[in-house]
């Protein structure tokens, strides 16, 4: 008896790579979507954190329900970048989750790396959730506890 008598046919090599490489596609798409998760109703925000002082500053975001994630250490004289969105509704800060959901940022505190309980002290961020620009810096120092001037916006040439 024929194999193919049933009328199942095997499926050719060509679609078995196609289907192979659209697989791949969609699997390396997938970690970029929760980045994406923004929607039409936020756009996004990079604060970058300079670090004015003479030793190691660290840097922590706090969520609401006491979630806190370290955003990194910043050498003197060096730089730290936060990519946050904002939403356009209220200019509520947030991060997405990894499952996509938005993480809401209630304040970013920065303190000496060695003595952090001490010097910490959270970073304005009025301007921008006031604001409307895609980047803002700021600047702390430290002197006895951390101080960090408000954002401003950074323009690209």
């Known amino acids: ?34 980045a994406r998760a923004a929607g039409l109703d936020s756009h996004d925000v990079i604060l970058s954190i300079t670090n004015a002082s003479g030793e190691p500053m660290r840097c922590q975001i706090l969520f609401g329900h006491f979630v806190v994630t370290e955003a990194g250490t910043i ?11 904002r939403q356009d509704s209220d200019g509520a800060l947030w991060i997405a989750r990894a ?45 006895g506890a951390v101080t960090c001037e408000e954002p401003m916006p950074v323009h690209q040439p």
Not at 21 to 28: E, Y
């Open 1 to 34: 008896m024929n194999a193919n008598a049933g009328g199942c046919k095997a499926a050719p090599p060509v679609g078995r790579l196609y289907a192979l490489a659209l697989a791949a596609i969609v699997a390396l798409a997938l970690p970029s979507l929760p």
């Open 75 to 85: 050498p003197p004289g060096g730089d730290l970048a936060i990519a946050l969105f």
């Open 99 to 143: 499952d996509g959901r938005r993480m809401m940022i209630e304040t970013i505190d920065c303190g000496a790396a060695a003595r952090w309980t001490e010097t910490r002290r959270q970073i304005p961020l009025l301007p921008a959730r006031a604001g409307r620009e895609p980047r803002y810096g700021t600047t702390c120092r430290l002197e």
